[in-house]
């Protein structure tokens, strides 16, 4: 059964310190690999479409990358603001399927 | 172009009645998604559209449930005979066709007592 599986599920770092978010996938024919952002009582926000292996994308402290089996949502010198939960997502047919996601609170 | 807009934000409602939800995508995309989730979970897919046509539903959306895309512009999602399991944030998302960069409206927050 195809799925993703986010880890951690819950994450707090202090201002300043870096770290990363996993999406492990078993996916047949993964046709792309996503990453929203969702704050508290709204919608999830874009951030990235990943499609090979060996792919990078950035956005201001965010970095994804893809492997054949997982991807990596790399924080650099979080800040406050970047709290929120990131949910990762694979494209199936002509719609994604999420996954739960990670809760990740940045400490001042 | 002020996003998708989805209405109401939130709405409490006995068991047993009927709720409607209206989606009001981005003008220009041919794809409109509904969404569920619930307290500490992703989205879940109920259904999508292209343009007025309703092309697949979830297995998740059941005989209560009916969503309708008249036009191809705005949706509404109905829920017929509300049970407490229906209690849920309700997603709209649109698209242009092939486009996975789904732009998501805030969601109607269903409350069934």
């Known amino acids: 059964e195809d799925q993703v599986t986010q880890s951690p599920e819950a994450l707090r770092l202090q201002e300043g310190e870096s770290s990363s978010l996993n999406c492990s996938y078993t996916v047949s024919g993964l046709r792309g690999l996503f990453w929203y952002r969702q704050d508290p009582g709204k919608g999830p926000e874009f951030l990235f479409t990943l499609y090979s292996a060996g792919e990078e994308k950035e956005k201001e402290r965010l970095k994804a990358t893809l492997t054949k089996k997982e991807s990596f949502l790399h924080i650099t010198a979080p800040k406050p603001e970047d709290s929120a939960t990131y949910l990762c997502?694979?494209?199936?047919?002509?719609?994604?399927?999420f996954g739960k996601g990670t809760r990740l609170h940045i400490l001042p | 172009d002020t996003g998708v807009s989805q209405n109401p934000r939130h709405k409490i409602t006995k068991r047993g009645q009927n709720v409607t939800f209206r989606c009001d995508p981005i003008s220009e995309h041919n794809r409109l998604y509904w969404y569920r989730q619930t307290l500490g979970q992703g989205p879940e897919f109920l259904t999508y559209f292209q343009n007025e046509a309703q092309l697949e539903k979830s297995r998740l959306l059941s005989d209560r449930f009916s969503a309708e895309r008249p036009k191809g512009s705005f949706s509404t999602l109905e829920i017929q005979r509300t049970e407490q399991g229906d209690s849920a944030m309700y997603l709209c998302?649109?698209?242009?066709?092939?486009?996975?960069?789904?732009?998501f409206g805030s969601g109607t927050r269903l409350t069934v007592v």
């Open positions: 997502a694979w494209g199936r047919d002509d719609k994604i399927i």
């Open positions: 998302a649109s698209s242009l066709l092939q486009n996975y960069g789904y732009t």
